[in-house]
T-cell receptor, first 112, second 113 residues
Framework: DSGVTQTPKHLITATGQRVTLRCSPRSGDLSVYWYQQSLDQGLQFLIQYYNGEERAKGNILERFSAQQFPDLHSELNLSSLELGDSALYFC???????????FGQGTRLTVV | DQQVKQNSPSLSVQEGRISILNCDYT??????FLWYKKYPAEGPTFLISISSIKDKNEDGRFTVFLNKSAKHLSLHIVPSQPGDSAVYFC????????????FGTGTRLLVSP
């Protein structure tokens, strides 16, 4: 158990809908990272938040947004969902703005 | 453009033998490399890392070798155990920061008794 909690574990939704994925970092960790793993793909970095502020941005679509709240949990919002958004979404956390991070179990999103 | 490539999607090895997982990269600015292991229904877990100032790093049964001129790294597991059966991801970054790690597509290792 990495200490990073992601909910829900599974999510099935229809195209065009909006979903919110939630991540609770390890106790004391200030950084949260979001990654997407599509079928047969490596993990793709989406975005990083550090202590409530956006710190780094990867290949995140404009339909996707994220935020980190004062209690340091983070949410990834995916809107106008398409079939191609079906993937595993991982959250990771680390104590500081860089350095080793620990992954949660992931949320498997299926868009039908 | 796949900057980090793991060309073998799967590898089967017998228990007690050596497992060698390979990874190639194209970005010469990468200077920090990591291996992650992933079991089904779990997130990736950090295994071992190496910075570009070294060519070898060892941790118990796991050794990572880096060949900068060839832009190639490998993970050796000796001896392999059935519990090592998992998907192994290679990852690379510019600097030791975790952000913007670039991952390969993974190699599924099966260690049979």
């Amino acid at each position: 158990d990495s200490g990073v909690t992601q909910t829900p574990k599974h999510l099935i939704t229809a195209t065009g809908q909006r979903v919110t994925l939630r991540c609770s970092p390890r106790s004391g960790d200030l950084s949260v990272y979001w990654y997407q793993q599509s079928l047969d793909q490596g993990l793709q970095f989406l975005i990083q938040y550090y202590n409530g502020e956006e710190r780094a941005k990867g290949n995140i679509l404009e339909r996707f947004s994220a935020q980190q709240f004062p209690d340091l949990h983070s949410e990834l919002n995916l809107s106008s969902l398409e079939l191609g958004d079906s993937a595993l979404y991982f959250c990771a956390s680390s104590p500081g703005p860089s350095g080793e991070a620990f992954f949660g179990q992931g949320t498997r999103l299926t868009v039908v | 453009d796949q900057q980090v490539k793991q060309n073998s999607p799967s590898l089967s090895v017998q228990e007690g033998r050596i497992s060698i997982l390979n990874c190639d990269y194209t970005n010469s600015m990468f200077d920090y490399f990591l291996w992650y292991k992933k079991y089904p229904a779990e997130g990736p877990t950090f295994l071992i890392s190496i910075s570009s100032i070294k060519d070898k790093n060892e941790d118990g049964r796991f050794t990572v070798f880096l060949n900068k001129s060839a832009k190639h790294l490998s993970l050796h597991i000796v001896p392999s155990q059935p519990g090592d059966s998992a998907v192994y991801f290679c990852a690379a970054s510019e600097g030791t920061g975790f952000q913007k790690l670039v991952f390969g597509t993974g190699t599924r290792l099966l260690v049979s008794p």
